[in-house]
């Protein structure tokens, strides 16, 4: 079945130990995107690529980045992570930017911060 | 500012009905996603509108009214397994989604 994988579903780090997410798709979609959520919050989007063009939300913290080497991969790195990044941290995949193509989400990978 | 407002927490009867209503300001508007999250888990995709009027797909049903900037999500016969987070997406003029922060449903037997 075609989806969005991500590794690992549960992640704990250190503070200030830096950390990598990763989102794998067999979607072929052009778009790929990372959510911050926490609890009872609304996903909080922090960057998506279209193609291989990276846009990043206006106030995503510079401790965050994030590579697409290729169509199918895509990671979030964490410089040094603080309790407040403690989250869910979602990838999901859209076709296009609009129209009705609607994001897939993976399950989600689950940071907490020691 | 941009603004999707939702109510926090809904409560509800196993086989009722239950309305979620979504308002929303936005600068544009190039439709409008209902995802439900179970706890813990990522958000699927329920329904899109983008014209007004009402979406039907099986048990859900989706609302929209342009306009009055308002949505609502319909579901009947409400089954235990109901019981998740409904949020509401709005896509603006950048073809950005804007995210409401989700209306917790809690369906009592």
């Known amino acids: 079945d075609a989806m969005v994988i991500q590794n690992p579903r549960y992640q704990v780090t250190q503070f200030g130990k830096p950390v990598t997410l990763s989102c794998s798709q067999t979607l072929n979609h052009n778009v790929m995107y990372w959510y911050q959520q926490k609890s009872s919050q609304a996903p909080k989007l922090l960057f998506h690529y279209y193609d291989k063009d990276f846009n990043n939300e206006a106030d995503t913290p510079d401790n965050f980045q994030s590579r697409r080497p290729n169509t199918s991969f895509c990671f979030l790195d964490i410089r040094s992570p603080g309790l407040g990044d403690a989250a869910m941290y979602l990838c999901?995949?859209?076709?296009?930017?609009?129209?009705?193509?609607?994001?897939?989400f993976g399950p989600g990978t689950r940071l907490t911060v020691l | 500012g941009q603004n999707i407002d939702q109510p926090t927490e809904m409560t509800a009867t196993e086989g009722a009905i239950v309305q979620i209503n979504c308002t929303y300001q936005t600068s544009g508007f190039n439709g409008l996603f209902w995802y439900q999250q179970h706890a813990g888990e990522a958000p699927t995709f329920l329904s899109y509108?983008?014209l007004d009027g009402l979406e039907e797909k099986g048990r859900f049903s989706s609302f929209l009214s342009r306009s009055k900037g308002y949505s609502y999500l319909l579901l009947k016969e409400l089954q235990m397994k109901d019981s998740a987070s409904y949020l509401c997406a709005v896509r603006d003029s950048n073809y950005q989604l804007i995210w409401g922060a989700g209306t917790k449903l809690i369906i009592k037997p």
């Open positions: 509108n983008v």
């Open positions: 999901a995949t859209s076709r296009l930017a609009g129209g009705p193509d609607t994001q897939y």
